[in-house]
């Protein structure tokens, strides 16, 4: 009923940048919060970034200073710009979004993108 893709990925050197994007479609009235998770090899996936319909943001520790979210809402769009990339930030960078669906009455879901590889590399 609503998908979410990701692009953007890709491989890039240390101290590099990467944006991605992430556009949801489908029967959607409104979005919520949107958010950025990623998941490293071996590793849980963790939170890097959230923001709000009204723009309040909110980062991981490890994104503070380097990573920056937006989002465009007449485009249901969200980006993260991620600049001076490290190895560390290798990872599958997932969108994430709570979105209220048409139906009777209007529900509100969680949504997940398939995720897009990101990988910090020389």
């Known amino acids: 009923q609503v998908q979410l893709a990701e692009s953007g990925g890709g491989l890039v050197q240390p101290g590099g940048s990467l944006r991605l994007s992430c556009a949801a479609s489908?029967?959607?009235?409104?979005?919520?919060?949107m958010a950025w998770y990623r998941q490293a090899p071996g590793k849980q996936r963790e939170l890097v970034a959230t923001?709000?319909?009204?723009?309040?943001?909110n980062y991981a520790d490890t994104a503070k200073g380097r990573f920056t979210i937006s989002r465009d809402n007449a485009k249901n769009t969200v980006y993260l710009q991620m600049n001076s990339l490290k190895p560390e930030d290798t990872a599958v960078y997932y969108c994430?979004?709570?979105?209220?669906?048409?139906?009777?009455?209007?529900?509100?879901?969680?949504?997940w993108g398939q995720g897009t590889l990101v990988t910090v590399s020389s």
């Open positions: 923001i709000t319909r009204g723009d309040s943001t």
């Open positions: 994430n979004a709570d979105v209220w669906v048409v139906a009777a009455p209007p529900r509100r879901v969680a949504v």
């Open positions: 489908g029967r959607i009235v409104s979005i919520d919060t």
